[in-house]
């Protein structure tokens, strides 16, 4: 569980909801559409799948669901990183879509 308050908390995860959903919309695919509401954020892809990035406010962690398999991550110097792998968010989002799409996706700068 993070240390972040519960303000700090909401925050943290709702800029960063919000700037992906909003980084999402700037790709301009027509593969998938991208949908945040009430703390989570729905991918839903043409052919089938469906992700889910959402605040989990009383673990005060985002999780992430893609396919079969899920990720919680913790706010840690200024990043979101996976409890038991180590990864970074928007990496890990990156990496799922573009897998999904059979391309490489960039969210940030």
């Known amino acids: 569980m993070s240390n972040l308050s519960e303000s700090e908390f909401e ?18 695919a027509d593969e998938f559409e991208a949908d ?34 899920a990720w919680h991550f913790d706010f840690n110097e200024g990043r979101w990183i996976a409890t038991k792998t180590k990864e970074e968010l928007w990496s890990m989002v990156e990496d799922r879509i573009g897998q999904q799409l059979g391309r490489a996706v960039s969210l940030r700068d």
Do not use: C
């Not at 943290?12 to 700037?26: F, I, N, P």
């Not at 954020?41 to 398999?69: E, Y």
């Open 11 to 28: 925050l943290q995860a709702d800029r960063t909801l919000s700037d992906m959903v909003e980084r999402l919309a700037d790709l301009e």
């Open 36 to 69: 945040l509401a009430s703390g989570v954020l729905k991918i839903d892809f043409d052919d089938g799948p469906t992700f889910v990035v959402n605040s989990h406010r009383a673990a005060r962690q985002i999780w992430m669901a893609a396919g079969a398999t």
